[in-house]
């Protein structure tokens, strides 16, 4: 079984920055595929970003230049790095993390790329 488990969540100003860690233990390797998503109350989960293996990375258009993704794969562990902060990233932010390595970028937008997620972490951008 596979476990995440994210931290760094908070309230923050808009214009400031948040960096948000997902840990992963039990049975992984190192070809999976971490992913960020979030969910604002009343909407559905969003694909906010993606990382390969390798270090490629993936982004929704409404973070990218503002969000950084990266990973640290002896740790077993992502982050990502939230910059510029807007109210309307206020969000729950959700790790996850997928086995299927063989899917195209557009692939990983989706909840059902993804094999297993952690609880969620609450960042609330305040104007």
């Known amino acids: 079984q596979v476990q995440l488990v994210e931290s760094g969540g908070g309230l923050v100003q808009a214009g400031g920055s948040v960096r948000l860690s997902c840990a992963a233990s039990?049975?992984?390797?190192?070809?999976?595929?971490f992913g960020w998503f979030r969910q604002a109350p009343g909407k559905e989960r969003e694909f906010v970003a993606s990382?390969?293996?390798?270090?490629?990375?993936y982004y929704a258009d409404s973070v990218k230049g503002r969000f950084s993704i990266s990973r640290d794969n002896a740790k077993n562990t992502m982050y990502l790095q939230m910059n510029s902060l807007k109210p309307e990233d206020t969000a729950v932010y959700y790790c996850?993390?997928?086995?299927?390595?063989?899917?195209?970028?557009?692939?990983?937008?989706?909840?059902?790329?993804?094999?297993?997620w952690g609880q969620g972490t609450q960042v609330t951008v305040s104007s």
């Open positions: 996850a993390l997928s086995s299927k390595s063989y899917y195209t970028d557009s692939d990983y937008t989706r909840t059902n790329a993804f094999d297993y």
């Open positions: 039990g049975r992984t390797a190192s070809s999976y595929v």
């Open positions: 990382i390969r293996w390798s270090g490629n990375t």
